[in-house]
């Protein structure tokens, strides 16, 4: 099975900025759809940012479409997420998640018990 690791999360002022990584640890996930999710303190978890397999094509959660940008280095086995600007209402695990099945586009509206394979996240924490 593959596994996804994520790394990155911090402590951080409002307004700083932070990137994630996130390692899959098979070269086939360059071929799947991928996307980053996170979940506050007592929350469900959100969609946050969506990138198809060749990096052409990115979709986000309008309240950070200013802010993040994700990534991708397939050779590398690698997703980003640069953070900027951040805010309090950030603060959450933040988890990778991949999909052979579903476009970039629809990441966001996917059932998420469907997607078949996520991370364990890393904490990111925004101070004010």
């Known amino acids: 099975q593959g596994q996804l690791v994520e790394s990155g999360g911090g402590l951080v002022q409002a307004g700083g900025s932070l990137r994630l990584s996130c390692t899959a640890s098979e070269h086939r996930f360059g071929s799947y759809t991928m996307a980053w999710f996170r979940q506050a303190p007592g929350k469900e978890r959100d969609f946050v940012a969506a990138?198809?397999?060749?990096?052409?094509?990115?979709y986000y959660l309008d309240s950070v479409k200013d802010r993040f940008t994700i990534s991708r280095d397939n050779p590398k086995k690698t997703l980003y997420l640069q953070m900027a600007n951040l805010e309090p209402e950030d603060t959450a695990v933040y988890s990778c998640?991949?999909?052979?099945?579903?476009?970039?586009?629809?990441?966001?509206?996917?059932?998420?018990?469907?997607?078949?394979?996520w991370g364990k996240g890393t904490l990111v924490t925004v101070s004010s």
């Open positions: 998640a991949a999909d052979p099945w579903t476009t970039a586009q629809n990441m966001g509206s996917r059932e998420q018990g469907a997607i078949p394979y």
């Open positions: 990138v198809s397999w060749s990096g052409a094509n990115t």
